[in-house]
């Protein structure tokens, strides 16, 4: 069964650090794209960041350029996501989902949820005093 599950999230005060985990069972992560998203209530899903397959290239979206790091375990089919100097507004519930390993993240202004796929549940992430 092809599963994604997301992990790490949590209530962090400004300016803290938060590493969100995405876990893939059922299929191996390094033959996919990963893209990381997040939605806020009332708001559309939006790509926040997205590591290619091909070269391990990595994208971020403009407001969590310098903050957040995507990278890829090391053998354990496992996908992170370090967040640091967060703020308020980073406040979403945050998930993962593959996209095809001809997926070439840098091709892409910013991820569209539509080209990607099996989603995870998703991992609440508040950043609040």
């Known amino acids: 069964q092809v599963q994604l599950v997301e992990s790490g999230g949590g209530l962090v005060q400004p300016g803290g650090s938060l590493r969100l985990s995405c876990a893939a069972s059922?299929?191996?992560?390094?033959?996919?794209?990963i893209g990381w998203f997040r939605q806020a209530p009332g708001k559309e899903r939006e790509g926040v960041s997205c590591?290619?397959?091909?070269?391990?290239?990595?994208t971020y979206a403009d407001s969590v350029k310098g903050r957040f790091t995507i990278s890829r375990g090391n053998a354990k089919n496992t996908v992170y996501l370090q967040m640091t100097s967060l703020k308020p507004e980073d406040t979403a519930v945050y998930y993962c989902?593959?996209?095809?390993?001809?997926?070439?993240?840098?091709?892409?202004?910013?991820?569209?949820?539509?080209?990607?796929?099996?989603w995870g549940q998703g991992t609440q992430v508040t950043v609040s005093s």
């Open positions: 989902a593959i996209a095809p390993t001809y997926y070439y993240c840098s091709a892409y202004g910013r991820q569209r949820p539509v080209d990607f796929g099996s």
């Open positions: 590591i290619s397959s091909s070269d391990g290239s990595t």
């Open positions: 059922g299929f191996t992560l390094d033959n996919y794209a």
